[in-house]
């Protein structure tokens, strides 16, 4: 989360600086995007989801069909 939020300031600081700033904050982000912190949110953050359809699914197989509208 800190990386994120790293970012968001650097690209705030890298619109002041011009297009080598924006440069700069390019580049940061494709190191951000390569990190194993940033694949690790990720693959957290499908987990999450999984769980959230799985349970959506369960209650679909326990609703009748006739209550689904």
Do not use: C, H
């Amino acid at each position: 989360m800190g990386t994120l939020l790293g970012f968001i300031f650097g690209y705030v600081a890298g619109a002041q600086a011009g297009p080598e700033g924006y440069q700069k904050v390019r580049d940061a982000w494709q190191e951000i995007v390569a990190s194993e912190e940033w694949k690790g949110l990720l693959a957290g953050g499908m987990e999450l989801l999984d769980g959230v359809l799985e349970q959506r699914r369960a209650v679909l197989r326990e609703t009748p069909a006739a209550g689904r509208a």
